[in-house]
């Protein structure tokens, strides 16, 4: 959904955060998020969400086998605070920071995975407008190929701070 004002367009996402049932009771006690800090993030440290529920369902079962927990929230964003990867502009930013940064960021040839989490932990700390990042990454391919394998990449967000997350509620 979409409000547009003469200067912004507010954004309501729908988002699904795949724990586990002790993380999911903090959250729903505290209605808050702890943000995920490392190496391994691909939208660098924050909050992560799928618009879709089986993804965050599927990301839930593989870290919290027989333990998992998915909580949709609401993520409410203006138009200026959010950077879309997918999107013409985003990629050109994306680009831009490595070639203008590139020695800087220190990357490496091979930890692709490190790089675009470099990269992105560069962008929330140089503009703190930012609230929310978003881009399509592969799914992994199931062991026998199927139809399954050629569904459209998943899409993630990754939401810095929980001044913009909404509506917490657990999903049974």
């Known amino acids: 959904r979409y409000i547009t004002t003469e200067r912004k367009t507010t954004m309501y996402l729908t988002g699904y955060h795949g724990t ?8 729903l ?3 808050r998020f702890v943000p995920s800090i490392g190496e391994k993030h691909w ?14 369902l599927n990301w839930a079962k593989e870290y919290h086998p027989n333990n998992e ?34 020695e800087q960021l220190n990357l490496s040839e091979t930890q692709v995975q490190k790089n675009q989490c470099i990269v ?3 962008i929330w700390a140089t503009n703190n407008k930012i609230k929310v ?3 399509h990454f592969g799914k992994e391919q199931t062991l026998f190929r199927t139809l399954i394998d050629y569904r459209e990449q998943r899409l993630e967000l990754c939401v810095r701070d929980n001044s913009v997350i909404q509506g917490i509620c657990e999903i049974p």
């Open 29 to 31: 006690n505290n209605q």
């Open 43 to 56: 939208l660098g440290h924050g909050i992560y969400f799928y618009p879709n529920f089986e993804d965050a």
């Open 120 to 122: 992105c932990n560069t």
């Open 133 to 135: 990042l978003k881009s």
């Open 69 to 102: 927990a998915v909580i949709h929230a609401l993520i409410c964003v203006d138009d200026e605070e959010i950077i879309d990867f997918d999107a013409p502009d985003g990629k050109k930013l994306f680009h831009d920071i490595i070639w203008a940064m590139g």
């Open 20 to 27: 586990n049932k002790e993380y999911a009771e903090n959250i």
